[in-house]
């Protein structure tokens, strides 16, 4: 079945700059790549997405770049803002999330 | 709001006990998806229902089980309760089943003492 593991577990970054977190999959056959984003105590929610028929996505300070020949896949955010730390979780194929990572934003 | 709605929001039970967590997808949506999130931990997928029929599955113990009934809400059943299913449980719905957004409901928080 699908293996999706994501880099950096922890990720702390000053504010305005930029973070990257990424995500390798294993089956061939996955077309979709979501990233959400989970706020302590809340549920997680859709923030970007792409498919495999485009390389790079982008809305406002967030855009995905995908590598389908290295199975690979990030998720940038530039000019991060406080309001920006959260739990960050990629995923691929049908219910297979990476292990998250938290993105702290120091002001 | 999502429009996925989940119930109960907490859940206090004892060890050996069995629980019963209700999900109501979003109107239109044909899919379920449900999903354990224990303290520190990421989302592990359990289960996956589509128009009431099981798609696929997950990490989801022999001692829990789901289903989704004809109106498209889905229970997951939790039975032998153990210290360790203490957790926040997730269900999610999708319009398609394959490679979808999912949208996730509030979740219920499950503590077994």
């Known amino acids: 079945g699908e293996n999706v593991e994501q880099h950096p577990s922890t990720l702390s970054v000053q504010e305005g700059d930029s973070a990257v977190i990424k995500c390798t999959y294993s089956?061939?056959?996955?077309?979709?790549f979501p990233w959400y984003k989970q706020e302590l105590g809340k549920r997680p929610q859709l923030i970007i997405d792409?498919?495999?028929?485009?390389g790079e996505k982008k809305d406002q300070r967030i855009a995905v770049t995908l590598n389908k020949t290295a199975k690979h896949f990030s998720l940038h955010i530039t000019e991060t803002q406080p309001e920006d730390s959260a739990v960050y979780f990629c995923?691929?194929?049908?219910?297979?999330f990476g292990a998250g990572t938290i993105l702290r934003v120091k002001s | 709001d999502s429009g996925v709605t989940q119930t109960p929001k907490h859940l206090i039970t004892a060890t050996g006990q069995r629980v019963t967590l209700r999900c109501s997808p979003r109107?239109?949506?044909?899919?379920v998806y449900w999903y354990q999130q224990s303290l520190d931990q990421g989302l592990q997928f359990l289960i996956q229902?589509?128009?009431?029929?099981?798609?696929a599955k997950g990490n989801i113990l022999e001692r829990f089980s789901a289903q989704q009934f004809p109106d498209l809400h889905s229970e997951l059943n939790l039975s032998s309760l153990e210290l360790g299913d203490s957790a926040l449980y997730f269900c999610?719905?999708?319009?398609?089943?394959?490679?979808?957004?999912?949208?996730f409901g509030p979740g219920t928080r499950l503590l077994v003492l």
């Open positions: 792409i498919r495999s028929n485009v």
């Open positions: 229902y589509y128009n009431g029929e099981e798609r």
């Open positions: 999610a719905s999708g319009r398609t089943g394959v490679q979808e957004t999912q949208y």
């Open positions: 995923a691929a194929s049908r219910g297979v």
């Open positions: 089956d061939s056959a996955s077309n979709y």
């Open positions: 109107s239109g949506d044909l899919s």
